[in-house]
């Protein structure tokens, strides 16, 4: 029988594994920060009618540029994030990955590299490598910050051509101030005009105002966002970013063409007619990220400080390390995350009583294991 190491795949491509989190059936899942909240049922009623006058066109291409989308994304941006964005501003794609993808496709691969600070968003390194773009991992204060100094260093030596920062990291939830990205956008461009992506998928979750604004006067500079967290939508697969004009007519370069269905494009643009409601849920995981904050902390868990809908916590170093906590949580019925970041765990805030669920299972097995 075939393996896939009997197929003539790329060299780089061989012994990975794809990406993909446990997805088990259990009472209490948390371990891929999906917002919990069902959308509104008027929500759902209206994106019955999107959909339903977009089925009566499908004989027909979709709009190939989503200029509706893209106009209503910006004025959402533009509103929420309080700076001024147009429709040429944006491009959306299915997810972030996508559209993560198709910066890379354009300012990456083969002969090109792509820095990253790790742990961060396990993503940005397998689109790198599915893209032929060279990885390179940054470095991180022990508190998972990003080392400032250390990171100019290492830009000016390996000069990448794509520079990833995380803002809130994923997965410590950690965010990003400003004059970070303002530091690592001027050694990029010192060491080669190159692309910065700021990815704010869990940006609506933060304390810290948008990097949006950074935007103004650096065509170099990108960030992402997505609807699958704040908007409820993970099963939608729509994410965008915002950059300068010229940065939109680039990844049109590489997009396949109607990228995006006129049923997708239709569901999203019902979302954005929501979203006062759907923000008023982030407000709600906001105030329970924090409660799972301060219990964690509490039990006497080591909590890295999140501006996401989820927390990092441990430290579990004893016998099997964090993997054996993920394990007894487990055999509750509560799954949480095992980023392999060691002695520690990630946990998605959930509604109250999933989140109860979690808290009570969590000193359950401290007392157990007398941690």
Not at 57 to 81: F, K, M
Request: aromatic share 6%; with cysteine.
């Amino acid at each position: 029988m075939t393996g896939i190491d009997d197929l003539p795949i790329r060299d780089e491509l061989r012994g990975k594994s794809p990406y993909g989190a446990p997805q088990l059936d259990v009472p209490v899942r948390l371990n891929t920060n999906e917002n919990p909240h069902p959308l509104p049922e008027a929500l759902v009623a209206r994106i019955a009618e999107r959909v339903t006058e977009a089925a009566r066109h499908l004989n027909r291409y979709p709009d190939r540029d989503a200029v509706e989308l893209r106009t209503e994304l910006a004025r959402y941006l533009t509103r929420t994030a309080g700076y001024g964005v147009a429709a040429e501003n944006v491009w959306a794609a299915n997810g972030s990955n996508e559209v993560l993808q198709q910066l890379l496709q354009a300012f990456g691969g083969p002969g090109r590299t792509a820095l990253g600070f790790e742990p961060s968003y396990s993503m940005h390194a397998l689109i790198a490598r599915g893209t032929g773009t060279g990885w390179l991992s940054g470095p991180r204060e022990a508190d998972f910050r990003i080392d400032v100094a250390a990171a100019r260093a290492v830009i000016a030596e390996r000069r990448p051509h794509v520079v990833f920062v995380c803002s809130p990291n994923n997965p410590t939830g950690t965010a990003v101030g400003a004059d970070t990205v303002l530091a690592l956008y001027e050694a990029a461009q010192a060491a080669r005009p190159s692309l910065v992506v700021v990815d704010e998928a869990y940006g609506e979750f933060s304390h810290r105002p948008s990097l949006l604004p950074l935007l103004d006067g650096r065509p170099n500079l990108v960030v992402s966002r997505t609807m699958s967290k704040a908007f409820g939508a993970a099963g939608l697969r729509l994410g965008y970013l915002a950059a300068a004009p010229a940065v939109v007519d680039a990844v049109q370069l590489v997009r396949l063409p109607y990228h995006l269905s006129a049923v997708t494009q239709a569901t999203a643009l019902a979302a954005l007619e929501h979203t006062g409601t759907l923000l008023g849920y982030v407000e709600q995981l906001k105030a329970e990220r924090d409660r799972l904050v301060t219990e964690l902390r509490a039990m006497g868990c080591e909590v890295t400080d999140s501006d996401a809908n989820f927390v990092q916590f441990g430290r579990f170093d004893g016998p099997g390390g964090a993997h054996a906590v993920w394990q007894a949580l487990l055999e509750r019925g509560v799954l949480v995350r095992d980023n392999g970041v060691p002695g520690r765990l990630r946990v998605t805030a959930g509604t109250p009583a999933e989140n109860d669920a979690f808290l009570d299972a969590v000193r359950a097995v401290l007392k157990e294991s007398n941690r």
